[in-house]
């Protein structure tokens, strides 16, 4: 979808990268690596999204870092837009929305830090998960949006074991829900 919007493939993934997840950030050698392209392609593109203010840089040393400016006018709709072309958003609606007593739901692995590798790594926490719909929806959502979803089912015991490995890698949080208190 954003390919037939945006001509430059690495804009594309600069935005994929800062906007999937926007507590990302990267300096141009890690975004050259990951990206297998050329410094000055990518300088040049990330010079054009900090001039139009969508990305904000810090300087650490001798690194430039690159990160998502939360608090520009159009942060809403851009990562809406990116959420979109990944399928993220048809994730949440398709297969969140059907499943039954979810109290966590979150993205791990190549997604969270805003690499689109084609693989969503989904975490499930939650009581009753409906299985037999969950698989359903699983396999039709990922012909909607052509990428593979991998999801890993916990409850909420098995959830409070792993959380503190969970919390020290990078993810993105879709829904979490709290509980009422009386």
């Keep these: 979808m954003l390919k037939s919007i945006i001509t430059s493939e ?13 507590k990302t950030q990267a300096y141009l050698r890690q975004l050259s690596n990951e990206f297998q392209d050329s410094t000055n392609g990518i300088r040049v593109e990330l ?19 690159y990160r998502a400016n939360t608090s520009h006018p159009l942060f809403n709709e851009i990562r809406s837009i990116v959420l979109k072309s990944t399928g993220i958003e048809k994730v949440i609606s398709n297969i969140l929305n059907k499943l039954g007593e979810v109290k966590v739901a979150f993205i791990r692995g190549d997604y969270a830090v805003g ?15 409906n299985r037999k719909e969950l698989e359903r929806v699983r396999k039709k959502t990922e012909k909607l ?27 993105l949080v879709l829904m979490t829900k709290e509980r009422k208190r009386k």
Aim: aromatic share 6%; hydrophobic share 40%.
């Design 10 to 22: 690495v804009r594309i993934k600069l935005l994929l990268k800062f906007f999937l997840n926007p």
């Design 47 to 65: 010079n054009r999204l900090v001039e139009a203010n969508i990305l904000t840089t810090e300087q650490k040393g001798r690194n430039k870092i």
């Design 115 to 129: 690499h689109d590798s084609g693989l969503i790594e989904l975490v499930i926490v939650g009581n009753e998960i």
């Design 145 to 171: 949006i052509d990428r593979k979803i991998s999801i890993l089912i916990l409850n909420e015991d098995e959830f409070k074991k792993l959380k503190s490995k969970f919390l020290s890698e990078p993810n």
